[in-house]
């Protein structure tokens, strides 16, 4: 199977710290889609960013950013000043047919 | 624009019994997913259905089943419920080359 990893279980920050989740997906596709989701403790799953396999510019949105980088067949997410709202699991997740999602980062912004 | 819908929110079961859960997706799309959270565990991939068919199927026994109507709404059957499968069931729909994957809350199942 093209698994998807998220080596980072648990990570604990104090707020206003920038915070980098790592990413790194195998696949022997050209195309495929990478996408970030959000799970706050309420459960449902938010969707932060789609990523096309041929677009490798990084994308900013506010606090957030994306660094896609082929090669190393990675996508990380970057959060820059860190708030006690972005608490909550991260996941990552690659799209062929069916999404396939790493194991979570749980994040903890404390104040 | 409504979102994904699934229903109910929570379920609770006795082991051996059947479930049945309800997911509406979006204006538009055709395809629904299902995905199975366990607790303290990552998201798996149960069922993708995309115009009435089944597409793709994970890693699960053939007790979890289900279906897509002509509306595209969907339904996922759990039969002979065991205690594992307590889990936050979540459903997703897209249009059918994958745009616009966007999950509903999902249902809270719990087996006891």
Known sequence: AQKVTQAQTEISVVEKEDVTLDCVYETRDTTYYLFWYKQPPSGELVFLIRRNSFDEQNEISGRYSWNFQKSTSSFNFTITASQVVDSAVYFCARLLVELTFGQGTILTVHP | EAGVTQSPTHL????????TLRCSPISGHTSVYWYQQALGLGLQFLLWYDEGEERNRGNFPPRFSGRQFPNYSSELNVNALELEDSALYLCASSFWDGYGYTFGSGTRLTVV
């Open chain 2, 12 to 19: 609770i079961k006795t082991r051996g019994q059947q479930a």
